[in-house]
T-cell receptor, first 117, second 113 residues
């Protein structure tokens, strides 16, 4: 079955350590996204990528880094510079339709809950 | 940047009552999408609205897009416990084919049996 896989489901780290969250999709989707979800704040966009080897900052990119070396993979690194990293992180992807105005829907992974102490 | 405001943040209803969540933008939207996130789950796409004044129905759910394409609503008739979750609206910043998708803050629905 096609889908988006995020691993691990739960992740615990000590303050000051970098940590990388994995996101893999086999949907042949072009664009991939990382969102952060905190209680009462909805989904906030961290980074997104529309093609391989290219990505753009979202609204809360500070303290995070990404790479898009393969179409299927979009890992997110939470660096020690991120002041409040404990959160639920969601990866998503979607197909881009050439020449069409309509936006395609996002398909989400199951998320990674990161706790930093 | 473009923001999508969603109200209310929380709604508690008795099973069988109706529920509505509203999304508002200060700028004209090209389209708007709605998602549902069950407790402990991830958001799942429900529907997309594109045309001014568009109304779409999915069983007990009715979605509307305002005439000016600056607001949208989701109405659930006769809620059931299976409707529990957080409902998000989302809109594209810039071109819908290349731009980023911005989410509202979400409305969390609790249904008392």
């Amino acid at each position: 079955d096609g889908g988006i896989t995020q691993s691990p489901k739960y992740l615990f780290r000590k303050e000051g350590q970098n940590v990388t969250l994995s996101c893999e999709q086999n949907l042949n989707h072009d664009a991939m996204y990382w969102y952060r979800q905190d209680p009462g704040q909805g989904l906030r966009l961290i980074y997104y990528s529309q093609i391989v080897n290219d990505f753009q900052k979202g609204d809360i990119a500070e303290g995070y880094s990404v790479s898009r070396e393969k179409k299927e993979s979009f890992p997110l690194t939470v660096t020690s510079a991120q002041k409040n990293p404990t959160a639920f992180y969601l990866c998503a992807s979607r197909k881009l339709a050439n020449g069409l105005i309509l936006g395609s829907p996002l398909h989400f992974g199951n998320g990674t809950r990161l706790t930093v102490t | 940047g473009q923001q999508v405001m969603q109200i209310p943040q929380y709604q508690h209803v008795q099973e069988g009552e109706d529920f509505t969540t509203y999304c508002n933008s200060s700028t004209t939207l090209s389209n708007i999408q709605w998602y549902k996130q069950r407790p402990g789950g991830h958001p799942v796409f429900l529907i997309q609205l594109v045309k001014s004044g568009e109304v779409k129905k999915q069983k007990r759910l009715t979605f509307q897009f305002g005439e000016a394409k600056k607001n949208s609503s989701l109405h659930i008739t006769a809620t059931q416990t299976t409707d529990v979750g957080t409902y998000f609206c989302a809109a594209f910043h810039g071109s819908s084919n290349t731009g980023k998708l911005i989410f509202g803050q979400g409305t969390t629905l609790q249904v008392k049996p």
